[in-house]
């Protein structure tokens, strides 16, 4: 097995473009690629199985135990294939306090790191930047530079005539583009799904990558000292359900592979539905998840959709276990106010009324420990993303006690009602030594 980490100084250098543009260039040249995510995200996953044609699963060094990264990266050995894993944010850059980094995750994988650099701005100064990344660990090795958004052949000139000096190869080259940017909302990229000319955007990334790009260079460092991952059957989260009705569509994309895939080994069986399109979940299901997404954004369909609703109420009669995290908390509660102030009746299956009118940003790791009656046994890994705030609150169990990344307490989150629960946290993984 081969493997490369695709990193960059910073965010905003072009890390997802460079990375799609690479999965589909290898993908044409008959080589099978693997693709990854560094870190909590659920949005660019889909960007990167679009480009790749297959599953991208997280690798996140702080909220995952070693041995479930492992796991993961075990998954995609089946072949000659290359790990292409995209860090997130920059190298070195972790949790508030200071650890999960993609340098981390390289390290313990023993990927060669390519480092994407924006060019924009800068000519010989790269050099200095390359030197400082290529050796600010021992245990991280930068084997080469893709340079992005270069404005000219003297541009570039400059460029590798100051990185030919610190010997440091480089690897592709991209020229400013405006066609290579992706529109965004307020928690990252808009989906992959809502994008009509994706195919084409991808393959005019690939276009690029592929123009000054040394392809025998990059396969021959990914094969240099990538760490043989396990594929023992670790313990993961346990499934709510033998039979798991999944909510999927642009509204609530935002669920983890890695913990499908984990339920699906313990032998439960997983089946998905679009309250979107007023579909209900599988009448056999003894569980329904709701996980994340833009209900916000979709608020009044949802309030519409009569079948999706009787679905849910006749799950809560039968006594399903059901289950929602950010965004599918926000649908089981009473009503959800967009963001022109208006309130839209949601489920009513947990005493809770959120609002996207006035955006308050609340972002970070989570470690929560499950209060008495909770569906989950154990202290979990968790991250929180969302814009929207709790503003009335009924009688119901809390949920969880949550801690940040420092350890700080953040008191109770969530509700339980019975059968029926829900909380802001994205649930990750079983807390372990790497999140103590």
């Known amino acids: 097995m081969s493997g490369l980490l695709i990193a960059a100084p910073s965010s905003g250098a072009g890390k997802t473009t460079v990375t799609l543009g690479l999965l589909r260039a290898l993908r044409r040249r008959g080589i099978a690629v ?136 480089v690897i592709a080259v991209i020229g ?34 592929s123009e000054e790009c040394n392809f025998e260079f990059l396969l021959r460092i990914a094969k240099q000292g990538l760490n043989r991952p396990s594929a023992a059957n670790i313990d993961r989260l346990p499934p709510l359900g033998a039979r798991i009705a999944v909510a999927r569509d642009i509204a609530f994309a935002f669920s983890y592979e890695h913990m499908l895939l984990g339920w699906r080994r313990r032998g439960a069986a997983i089946s998905f539905f679009s309250p979107l399109s007023d579909e209900a979940p599988a009448t056999d299901a003894d569980a329904i998840y709701l ?31 059901i289950y929602g995290e950010c965004g599918g908390y926000m649908v089981l509660g009473d009503g959800l106010i967009d963001t022109e102030g208006k309130r839209h009746q949601m489920l009513g299956l947990l005493p809770v009324v959120t609002s996207y009118a006035e955006r308050k940003r609340h972002l970070g790791y989570r470690r929560v420990v499950p209060l008495d009656g909770a569906f989950f046994a154990r202290i979990m890994t968790a991250h929180e ?24 307490d953040l008191g109770a989150a969530g509700l339980r009602c019975g059968q029926v629960a829900g909380s802001y946290m994205h649930l990750i993984d079983l807390a372990g030594a790497t999140a103590a």
């Open 385 to 408: 993303f969302h814009y929207s705030s709790v503003v009335s609150e009924g009688e119901g169990k809390r949920l969880f006690q949550v801690q940040d990344a420092l350890g700080a």
């Open 34 to 169: 693997a693709p990854g995510k560094a870190g909590p995200d659920y949005i660019d996953p889909a960007f990167h199985a679009a480009a790749s044609g297959t599953l991208c699963l997280n690798f996140d060094p702080w909220a995952m135990r070693p041995e479930l990264i492992s796991a993961n990266a075990a998954l995609h050995r089946s072949g000659d294939r290359i790990l292409v894993i995209e860090a997130m944010m920059g190298l070195f850059d972790g949790a508030t306090d200071g650890k999960g980094t993609a340098a981390d995750l390289a390290a313990q994988l023993g990927l060669s790191v390519v480092l994407v650099v924006d060019a924009s701005r800068m000519s010989q100064s790269v050099a200095p930047l390359v030197t400082g990344f290529a050796g600010f660990r021992a245990d991280v090795r930068v084997a080469g530079v893709i340079l992005n958004k270069v404005g000219s052949d003297r541009h570039e000139a400059m460029l590798r005539q100051a990185l030919e000096a610190i010997r440091m190869p």
């Open 291 to 321: 996980p994340g997404g833009y209900p916000e954004l979709h608020a009044g369909r949802l309030a519409e959709a009569q079948n999706f609703r009787a679905g849910m109420l006749d799950a809560t009669a039968r006594g399903a276990r």
């Open 176 to 209: 400013s583009d405006k066609g290579l940017s992706l529109p965004e909302r307020h928690l990252g990229l808009v989906q992959a799904s809502e994008h009509a000319t994706l195919d084409n955007f991808i393959d005019h990334a690939a276009d690029a990558v």
